[in-house]
T-cell receptor, first 111, second 115 residues
Framework: DQQVKQNSPSLSVQEGRISILNCDYT??????FLWYKKYPAEGPTFLIS?????DKNEDGRFTVFLNKSAKHLSLHIVPSQPGDSAVYFC??????????FGAGTQVVVTP | SAVISQKPSRDICQRGTSLTIQCQVD?????MFWYRQQPGQSLTLIAT?????????ESGFVIDKFPISRPNLTFSTLTVSNMSPEDSSIYLC????????????FGSGTRLTVV
């Protein structure tokens, strides 16, 4: 049972434009949401998180928005850079610290 | 955040054999997590390892297949036993950050191919 879903397997965006990645979840017990970036042959790298009591968190070019009523979160990357080309995973954590991951979205930033 | 050294980085193994993956953390951590990423799929939690107690396995994973050791607060091993080609995956260990807002740190992964 997939409790965290990323319905877009891929996203192509022009350099300098905004990348918007979406994620939906089903479990109301999740209280932290995280985004990870993964390059081939490397482990996932933590990007940004948001607590379930907030609706927005910003860190440099990365902003995460949380809509609890819709059980939806999104990651905005502005401006997109070639180095942002990677697979992005949405993840959700419960109070036990276990992470559940979405299927990932492959982002390609084109010149 | 913690730095994790995971090895081996990759291996090709014969079916029926076992492989032990090691993770060394540069600081003491209470919990360590082991994940699997099958080809083209997302990361799935295998088990949570606490020092001094038996690991807690997620549904679909059993101790006989994936025995875990946690001898101290900076080290853990995961063994993939009696391997079959279906075990070909990337295996990763992970630890929690200083606080939940800091996220989790992952090792670089072990790419296992079973032939």
């Amino acid at each position: 049972d997939q409790q965290v879903k990323q319905n877009s397997p891929s996203l192509s965006v022009q350099e300098g434009r905004i990348s918007i990645l979406n994620c939906d979840y089903t479990n109301s017990m999740f209280d932290y949401f995280l985004w990870y970036k993964k390059y081939p042959a490397e482990g996932p790298t933590f990007l940004i998180s948001i607590s379930s009591i907030k609706d927005k968190n910003e860190d440099g070019r990365f902003t995460v928005f949380l809509n609890k009523s819709a059980k939806h979160l999104s990651l905005h990357i502005v401006p997109s850079q070639p180095g942002d080309s990677a697979v992005y995973f949405c993840a959700a954590s419960d109070s036990w610290g276990k992470l559940q991951f979405g299927a990932g979205t492959q982002v390609v930033v084109t010149p | 955040s913690a730095v994790i050294s995971q090895k081996p980085s990759r291996d090709i193994c014969q079916r029926g054999t076992s492989l032990t993956i090691q993770c060394q953390v540069d600081s003491q951590v209470t919990m360590m997590f082991w994940y699997r990423q099958q080809p083209g799929q997302s990361l799935t939690l295998i088990a949570t390892a606490n020092q001094g107690s038996e690991a807690t396995y997620e549904s679909g994973f059993v101790i006989d297949k994936f025995p875990i050791s946690r001898p101290n607060l900076t080290f853990s091993t995961l063994t993939v036993s009696n391997m079959s080609p279906e075990d070909s995956s990337i295996y990763l260990c992970s630890v929690e950050g200083p606080s939940r807002v800091d996220g989790y740190t992952f090792g670089s992964g072990t790419r296992l191919t079973v032939v």
